[in-house]
């Protein structure tokens, strides 16, 4: 069992900045992917980006120049660093790791964006 849990979320004003983290109890070298994904009221959750554990990462379109996901070396911890916050970002933020065939899911951050 692998749990994740998230740091980072709050309130900020259009074109501010925020920092999620999200770290894993397990070592991450069994952990082969980590990412974030979000769910706005009403949708459903979406990928906003991917990391694997050789260092390859993917975005969604909606985010790519803004947003930026890292891993560290150990790999327990990924960061999603979010610039030029727009309210539509708004969501509450959650953070999946694979490990195996399984995967496991963090309990969100709130994230609120104002105009």
């Known amino acids: 069992q692998v749990q994740l849990v998230e740091f980072g979320g709050g309130l900020v004003q259009a074109g501010g900045s925020l920092r999620l983290s999200c770290v894993a109890s397990?070592?991450?070298?069994?952990?082969?992917?980590m990412g974030w994904y979000r769910q706005a009221p009403g949708k459903q959750r979406e990928l906003v980006a991917g990391i694997g554990s050789g260092g390859r990462t993917d975005y969604v379109d909606f985010v790519k120049g803004r947003f930026t996901i890292s891993r560290t070396a150990a790999k327990n911890t990924v960061y999603l660093q979010m610039n030029s916050l727009k309210p539509e970002d708004t969501a509450v933020y959650y953070c999946a790791a694979d490990r195996g065939n399984r995967r496991y899911w963090g309990q969100g951050t709130q994230v609120t964006v104002s105009s």
């Open positions: 397990e070592s991450g070298f069994s952990i082969n992917y």
